[in-house]
């Protein structure tokens, strides 16, 4: 009788084991699954986005080789063209005959005006310029270009300590302004567009500001193609960028990009 109890506890004993193991096996290999799962997703998550961000580099690259072949397009045939018909002007208006020719005075001073806007025009297309000359004086000579149309009125507010950014950055955050200027134009004619360069020893801070109509982010999120690009421009380069706006109360838009 005692032999019979002592084999039913070391039954007993051996069945919880037993599925005490299996139970362990079994909450093993979920838990090993769960992990590969994890990782698995993490990765294609990682893989997802560093192709969005090469799809989004690649882009890039090819609106600035199109940027850069439209500038030198302009320089070298329109802007020539322009040139010629400038210096006929001039020799005309040399002639006795023509030398006190209104029209033809005024037709020499439009040209020499759409001369100097084409150049301002191509140099804030061509990334080579903007890489010699600076973020800085691109935006002032997008500044000069409004201020001279008369579509608003912009103002710059920088200081004089050096912008030390990678070249490639440079561009891409000078064509994010770009577009926060014509997108206010565009939008809000006649406003006032406040534009701020602010170096920091170890970021710089750039804050575009218009007083329009503003509008609701959020009602045109999907169709804003314009606000979808820069936002996209400013991750490509590890860039914060936030966009602030309401109706009646203009927009701002902060970036902050570090060193």
Known sequence: ?????????????????????????????????????????????????????????STIEIQEKAFDDISRELHDNIGQQLSAASIYLNLSLQEKDNAGNTKLQSCRDIITDSLQDLRHISQTLLGEKIRTTGIIHSVKLEIDKINKLGICTGTLKTTDMPVSLDPKKEIILFRIIQEAISNATKHAPGCNIEISIDPQPDSLKVSVKDNGKGFLPESIQESGIGLMNMKSRAKTIGASYELKSAEGTGTTIDISLGY
């Not at 109890?5 to 096996?25: K, P, R």
């Open 1 to 57: 009788m005692q032999d019979n109890i002592s084999e039913i506890y070391v039954f007993i004993i051996t069945g919880i084991l037993l599925f005490g193991i299996l139970a362990g096996f079994i909450i093993f290999f979920v838990i090993t699954y769960y992990k590969k799962q994890q990782e698995n997703t993490k990765e294609k998550h990682l893989l997802q986005t560093k192709f969005n961000e090469d799809l989004l580099t």
